[in-house]
């Protein structure tokens, strides 16, 4: 069992940054792939980033790519989201995920086991 907990959300003017973290308990942490998901009021939950067990490989959204980077310790047990230049349209309520499926690049939230209870960005203008 794996319980994942997201914090560092919170209201930020356009052009700021926030980084979000994920804590997760359980040492088999690791060993699998985790990704970030958003979902803004109305809309369908939509894929951020997600990164390999092991940090080395990374996949984007085309709309975060290059303002966003996500990043993991795995000693800490936690990944982060590091998100620079924020806009009015990543308000959002963001959610980190934990696969069971050791592949590089998941985006579809069918492939994730484990989800945390979400953290909110608002991003005014």
């Known amino acids: 069992q794996v319980q994942l907990v997201e914090s560092g959300g919170g209201l930020v003017q356009a052009g700021g940054s926030l980084r979000l973290s994920c804590a997760a308990s359980?040492?088999?942490?690791?060993?699998?792939?985790v990704g970030w998901f958003r979902q803004a009021p109305g809309k369908e939950r939509e894929f951020v980033a997600s990164?390999?067990?092991?940090?080395?490989?990374?996949s984007y959204a085309d709309s975060v790519k290059g303002r966003f980077t996500i990043s993991r310790d795995n000693a800490k047990n936690t990944v982060y989201l590091q998100m620079n230049s924020l806009k009015p349209e990543d308000t959002a309520v963001y959610y980190c995920?934990?696969?069971?499926?050791?592949?590089?690049?998941?985006?579809?939230?069918?492939?994730?086991?484990?989800w945390g209870q979400g953290t909110q960005v608002t991003v005014s203008s």
């Open positions: 990164i390999s067990w092991s940090g080395s490989s990374t």
């Open positions: 359980g040492r088999t942490f690791r060993n699998y792939p």
């Open positions: 995920a934990l696969s069971y499926i050791v592949a590089p690049s998941l985006k579809s939230e069918y492939e994730y086991d484990y």
